[in-house]
């Protein structure tokens, strides 16, 4: 949906509203109110613990997001076999 786009959303009588496609591949809302009454909406994607690190770790999410423009763009190259790592114990 745009963000350019007002709808308008009626309560039900439990005070819920239906967020519909605006929620599709949200987790989660933030809600700030402000000092004039306004709600906003922030949505959140959750990530599992065992991947927050790479979020907390800027060197290594910096690595990653080029590694991934590289792969995008075709900028890649075969580095062989790696199968008799498969068993190794890691650090």
């Known amino acids: 949906m745009a963000a350019s786009q007002a709808h308008t959303v009626r309560p039900d009588s439990k005070g819920r509203i239906t967020l519909g496609a605006y929620a599709r591949g949200v987790s989660s809302y933030r809600i700030h109110q402000e000092k004039d009454g306004r709600l906003i909406l922030e949505p959140y994607k959750e990530i599992p613990a ?8 800027d060197a290594a999410l910096t690595k990653v997001r080029k590694g991934l423009k590289d792969a995008a763009a075709g900028k890649v190259s075969k580095r062989g076999d790696f199968s008799k790592f498969a068993d190794a114990e890691t650090d």
Not at 50 to 57: D, G, S
């Open 50 to 57: 065992r991947e927050a690190w790479l979020f907390e770790n």
